[in-house]
């Protein structure tokens, strides 16, 4: 297994590194299903980096209880300070999530230990392999509640010209840049979706920003939108 990647000393210019090269892109795609997560009660938030959405979802569900892990400590402070007044509410875990196992994932004082009926990467599983992603959702499915959601935003790859032109030279240079700024060995998105359905999770929605270059998706560790006779809703936003 690679060393996880430093992201410490990038934690205070991170929010300015992503406006500058995307604008508002990012923050909508991970805003996305925000207000379809006002029901969840536990949450679990993988790479959040300085605590953008774990402030938001905060706001946003007045009743939720979230466990922040990341293995930098800088993003996790940044993300307890964002978290404001809410702060109480976030136990943040500073770890490889690779590593951390099930067993180490312990609530907060004075609560109960109810599984997680909510998993929030946001960019960041594009800093996994595929094989590092699937055994990460695996884990993941047996600590979840059964009717759990997993809301994902990453950077994709729209095929066709867009994608030739586009979306590899742009997510290469990126791998590029990370991988000198934090040391990240990865240079290729993983399969997530696989990953995530080889898992038991399904998807529910889809959505594209950018031509396809951004997506933003909700799973679920429930049956099938097939078996429950609906459909997943995709499309392209912005």
């Given at each position: 297994m690679s060393r996880a990647p430093d992201f410490n000393r990038l934690a205070r210019l991170y929010r300015w590194m992503e406006w500058?090269?995307?604008?508002?892109?990012?923050?909508?795609?991970?805003?996305?299903?925000?207000d379809?997560?006002?029901?969840?009660?536990?949450?679990?938030?993988?790479?959040?980096g300085d605590g953008r959405f774990t402030a938001r979802l905060l706001k946003a569900n007045p009743a939720v209880l979230i466990d922040a892990v990341d293995a930098s400590s800088a993003m996790l402070r940044a993300l307890h300070r964002r978290a404001g007044a809410e702060a109480g509410r976030v136990c943040t875990h500073l770890a490889d999530v690779r590593e951390w196992k099930a067993a180490e994932w312990q609530p907060p004082a004075g609560e109960s230990a109810t599984a997680y009926d909510l998993i929030a990467t946001h960019f960041f599983l594009d800093c996994l392999t595929t094989a590092e992603a699937a055994a990460l959702a695996a884990r993941l499915r047996?600590?979840?509640?059964p009717s759990a959601l997993w809301v994902v935003s990453e950077f994709a790859d729209p095929g066709g010209w867009r994608g030739a032109l586009l979306a590899r030279p742009l997510v290469a240079s990126l791998y590029l840049a990370f991988g000198w700024l934090t040391g990240l060995t990865v240079r290729a998105l993983p399969d997530h979706a696989s990953a995530l359905g080889g898992a038991g999770f399904h998807l529910l929605a889809r959505r594209a920003r950018l031509g396809g270059l951004l997506v933003s998706e909700l799973w679920s560790a429930g049956p099938s939108p097939e078996d429950a006779g609906g459909g997943s809703e995709t499309g392209e936003t912005g």
């Open positions: 500058f090269s995307f604008g508002p892109w990012l923050a909508l795609t991970r805003f996305t299903f925000l379809q997560l006002t029901g969840c009660r536990r949450a679990l938030v993988l790479g959040d047996e600590v979840v509640a």
